[in-house]
């Protein structure tokens, strides 16, 4: 990327970050050289094969686990960000609480997080709103499709108002149609809430549809392969998978899988 | 949900129903057969086993049911509490897992001669057979339990920084407990059979011991009245059981 000296500073960094499991006797590499940048307030796709590093790449973002190589600095002065409480986590399976009505499991993070618990009701009644779940608070999960327990899941991961949104193949359990809908309803969410979203994927459409920008991994060995911006107009629409212009993106990246 | 409702009288119903036919078959098998009572006493002859002859029902059923449900208490406050610090010891779970699972092997009724020795005979025999087999089911569904967490979930809760005791009271405890039931249904039907094998091998008081009196005489109607009653105890017990899981696991978490 151009570094122009009056462009906003980076919200995300990373320099040349790498990961590798140490197991018995064999270490395996599962993220190398991973270097980008992302704005503040972008959507950026990560997209690639099973294995190549995706979720691990995630949970050095959400400072689950640390690196071996490289440097990752999130926040800047305007933007600052809090490691302890600024991270949002969505991931393939809903993951609700079963016992928990679908409001109390929205406010999971909130407790955890000690937060002043009147206000978090109201913004999770909110966020339930937003994600069009409306009039399901006291439903409990079991009662509720996947795809809205899917959604359930997003309005916990943005109860604490995190700065930063992470998402592990959200959509990747849910039937096409669901998907689609999923798809249209996150470009929302995201325009409306302002979050800077890290959404991983092995669905090339999906991550063009998405990203404000694309980064592609590849297997064996783990490498970043590219990393580009997506010049298409907000909002979007499903039919823009029609667009000659998304075409060429998406033909991009199933060259760089070896998939032309 | 209000079909839900109507489905539960009607089963509730049924039960009932099948019940009482049971009873009478059993009247009319007898009655109709012209058994001999000491082969097997009519309903109502069971029934006036209560107040014939000096058996102290009374004070044998408190017996049993004390027993019953001492032993049952004890195992589930030692297997639930042994279960946790498995769940918080890596390494004590890894050490005394294996044993536990081979001594669940063990017949525990076969231990009662030894408990006995140990314990000399009465109450405290009885109680201990009944919570050395209620314990295993309840520890081992237990621990199963605590060990059925989500990663991704621990995934979550750490990326906002919550404590290992936040994960265990927010998900992985209350993850657990429809496990915890199904280990302390299985133990109350145990319980039961624990403390009635240690009245059989030796006590002076309890249902258990009366049935081996009556045995003697013959009294066929005592001993029914006393294997009802024993029966009773673990439904009383069972139903305690339930109760507490109606009240704290949502419906669709329950293990069956
Ligand atoms: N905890 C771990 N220990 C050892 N290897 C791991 C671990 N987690 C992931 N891996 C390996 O690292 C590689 C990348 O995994 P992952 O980041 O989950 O890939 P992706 O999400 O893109 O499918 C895989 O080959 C996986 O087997
Ligand atoms: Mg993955």
């Not at chain 1, 107009?233 to 990246?253: C, M, S, V």
């Not at chain 2, 049971?22 to 009572?37: D, I, K």
């Not at chain 2, 000491?38 to 004070?59: H, I, N, S």
């Not at chain 2, 025999?125 to 520890?139: D, E, L, W």
Request: aromatic share 8%.
């Amino acid at each position: 990327m151009l570094v122009s000296p009056d462009a906003p500073a980076p919200f995300i960094r990373l320099q040349g970050v790498s990961k590798v499991y140490r197991g018995r006797g064999q270490d395996f590499l599962a993220v190398s050289d991973a270097t980008f940048d992302v704005a503040p307030g972008s959507l950026v796709s990560l997209v690639g094969p099973s294995g190549c590093g995706k979720s691990t790449l995630l949970k050095i973002l959400a400072g689950l686990h640390g690196h071996d190589d490289g440097q990752v600095t999130i926040g800047s002065p305007q933007h600052p960000f809090d490691p302890g409480r600024d991270v949002g986590m969505v991931f393939q399976a809903p993951l609700l609480l079963k016992w928990r009505r679908i409001l109390e499991n929205v406010l999971l993070p909130a407790e955890i997080l000690g937060l002043p618990m009147a206000a978090a009701r109201e913004r999770a009644r909110a966020l339930l709103a937003m994600v069009g779940l409306a009039g399901f608070e006291d439903k409990y999960p079991y009662e509720l499709s996947g795809g809205m327990q899917q959604r359930a899941s997003i309005a916990r991961a943005l109860v604490h108002d995190p700065k930063l949104l992470l998402m592990d193949e959200p959509f990747g359990a849910l039937d096409a149609l669901t998907r689609d809908r999923m798809n249209i309803e996150l470009l929302r969410i995201w325009q409306e809430s302002g979050k800077t979203i890290i959404f991983v994927t092995h669905g090339v459409q999906e991550a063009v549809l998405l990203g404000t920008q694309v980064v592609v991994l590849t297997a064996g060995p783990a490498r970043m392969a590219d990393h580009f911006n997506v010049d298409l107009p907000h909002p979007r629409r499903l039919a823009l998978r029609n667009d000659p212009k998304f075409g060429e993106y998406t033909q991009r990246i199933y060259h760089l899988l070896g998939l032309d | 949900m209000k079909t839900d409702k109507g489905g539960e009288a009607r089963r509730f119903g049924l039960a009932v129903l099948m019940h009482l036919l049971l009873v009478a078959a059993w009247h009319f098998f007898v009655v109709l057969g012209e058994v001999p009572s000491f082969v097997m006493p009519t309903p109502v002859d069971t029934v006036k086993a209560l107040f014939a002859g000096d058996y102290r029902w009374g004070e044998n059923l408190l017996t049993t049911a004390g027993e019953i449900f001492g032993g049952y208490a004890l195992a589930v406050v030692i297997g639930i509490g042994s279960a946790l610090i498995f769940s918080w010891s890596r390494l004590t779970e890894e050490v005394v897992m294996p044993l536990l699972v081979s001594l669940n092997m063990i017949p525990k009724v076969a231990l009662g001669p030894l408990i006995i020795v140990w314990f000399s005979y009465g109450f405290l025999p009885n109680t201990v057979i009944a919570f050395s087999i209620a314990y295993f089911p309840i520890v081992l569904t237990t621990a199963r339990g605590l060990r059925e967490v989500e990663p991704e979930l621990i995934d979550l809760v750490r990326s906002i920084r919550g404590s290992r005791w936040q994960i265990f009271t927010k998900i992985q405890f209350p993850g657990a407990l429809p496990y915890i039931f199904s280990g302390m249904k299985v133990a109350a039907v145990l319980a039961v059979a624990g403390a009635i094998v240690g009245e059989f091998l030796g006590s002076e008081r309890g249902l258990g011991y009366l049935m081996l009196q009556v045995q003697v005489t013959l009294d066929t109607a005592a001993m029914f009245m006393a294997v009802i009653l024993i029966t009773m105890i673990g439904v009383v017990l069972y139903g305690l059981v339930l109760a507490l899981e109606r009240a704290m696991v949502v419906r669709d978490a329950r293990v069956s």
